[in-house]
């Protein structure tokens, strides 16, 4: 509590306020002290660049994570990396909410076989701020799931605004609801490449998801992909060539069971087809 409210408590200690009854001068006491922690709690909030606190607690101290498939509607397995909050080098049991990135890299390995996590990265403190990671220390799971055809995952991507991504974002979303250490509140993230596919999750409507933050995306898709009418030559395939992409993603070590499959819901799939 600073010194302006230090001050103003004494004084109201020193004169209290008028009151013809003294049966109400313990509410408004009480109405006394809620304005003040409420004040004192405003003044220690700092968000400025560089600069973030006083607006939440840390809960953890460890992170742990694991790697397993999601199967999707279709059959097609997409790999996982979860980051679970953990006491003693062991994952909670609370349920937290949950946030998660559609990525096209969960991490990369390197030549020698050994596993380089984007929490282990040179530079890790600002590769994991980046990647939220630090967040599940304050109460959240964080997941990132490679899409379609990039890393470790099953099938072929695309390009951007693939109709499937769309349908997996859901299943995804869905999936992670169901989990014991999930509270159903889901929210999906992302920037730039990863921010164009955290805008597939709201377009299929997922029930449990709550908050999308998208960063770094094209708002106009006619301006960032068909300029003059000419077709854009980036992000209508794949993002590296299959061969490196293989020798260098992140192996899943545990095979999940497959998500459910929402039949109340009915889409379209549209298959992708280049402008004459």
Same mark, same amino acid.
């Given at each position: 509590?600073?010194?302006?409210?230090?001050?103003?408590? !004494?004084?109201?200690?020193?004169?209290?306020?008028?009151?013809?009854?003294?049966?109400?001068?313990?509410?408004?006491?009480? @109405?006394?002290? @809620?304005?003040?922690?409420? $004040?004192?709690?405003?003044?220690?909030?700092?968000?400025?660049?560089?600069?973030?606190?006083?607006?939440?607690?840390?809960? &953890?101290?460890?992170? !742990?994570?694991?790697?397993?498939?999601?199967?999707?509607?279709?059959?097609?397995?997409l790999a996982a990396t979860i &980051?679970?909050?953990?006491?003693?080098?062991?994952?909670?049991?609370?349920? $937290?909410? !949950?946030?998660?990135?559609?990525?096209?890299?969960?991490?990369?390995?390197?030549?020698?076989?050994? !596993?380089?996590?984007?929490?282990?990265?040179?530079?890790?403190?600002?590769?994991?701020?980046?990647?939220?990671?630090?967040?599940?220390?304050?109460?959240?799971?964080?997941?990132?799931?490679?899409?379609?055809?990039?890393?470790?995952? @099953?099938?072929? @991507?695309?390009? &951007?605004?693939?109709?499937?991504?769309?349908?997996?974002?859901?299943?995804?979303?869905?999936?992670?609801?169901?989990?014991?250490?999930?509270?159903?509140?889901?929210?999906?993230?992302?920037?730039?490449?990863?921010g164009e596919a955290a805008l597939?999750?709201?377009?299929?409507?997922?029930?449990?998801?709550?908050?999308?933050?998208?960063?770094? $995306?094209?708002?106009?898709?006619?301006?960032?992909?068909?300029?003059?009418?000419?077709?854009?030559?980036?992000?209508?395939?794949?993002?590296?060539?299959?061969?490196?992409?293989?020798?260098?993603?992140?192996?899943?070590?545990?095979?999940?069971?497959?998500?459910?499959?929402?039949?109340?819901?009915?889409?379209?799939?549209?298959?992708?087809?280049?402008?004459?």
């Amino acid at each position: 509590m600073n010194a302006g409210v230090q001050a103003l408590t !004494v004084a109201l200690r020193k004169n209290p306020p008028f009151m013809c009854r003294e049966k109400l001068r313990t509410p408004l006491w009480a @109405m006394i002290a @809620m304005l003040l922690f409420a $004040y004192a709690k405003a003044q220690d909030r700092v968000s400025k660049p560089g600069v973030y606190s006083g607006y939440s607690r840390m809960l &953890y101290r460890e992170i !742990v994570h694991n790697s397993q498939y999601l199967t999707m509607r279709d059959g097609v397995k997409l790999a996982a990396t979860i &980051y679970r909050p953990a006491v003693s080098g062991k994952a909670v049991e609370t349920p $937290y909410p !949950v946030l998660w990135e559609g990525t096209t890299s969960r991490g990369r390995r390197n030549s020698d076989g050994t !596993v380089r996590l984007l929490s282990s990265a040179p530079r890790a403190t600002e590769q994991a701020r980046l990647s939220l990671i630090d967040i599940v220390k304050f109460g959240y799971v964080l997941v990132q799931v490679e899409r379609r055809g990039q890393g470790a995952s @099953m099938g072929f @991507m695309r390009g &951007y605004h693939d109709r499937t991504e769309s349908l997996d974002a859901y299943d995804i979303t869905e999936w992670l609801a169901q989990q014991s250490w999930s509270n159903g509140k889901i929210g999906v993230f992302g920037c730039s490449n990863t921010g164009e596919a955290a805008l597939h999750a709201p377009t299929a409507m997922p029930p449990h998801l709550k908050a999308v933050f998208a960063g770094c $995306y094209s708002w106009n898709k006619f301006d960032g992909f068909l300029r003059g009418g000419i077709l854009a030559n980036w992000g209508t395939g794949p993002q590296t060539s299959p061969l490196s992409a293989g020798l260098t993603a992140i192996p899943v070590k545990k095979t999940a069971r497959s998500s459910p499959r929402h039949r109340q819901s009915v889409f379209i799939v549209m298959p992708y087809i280049a402008p004459m």
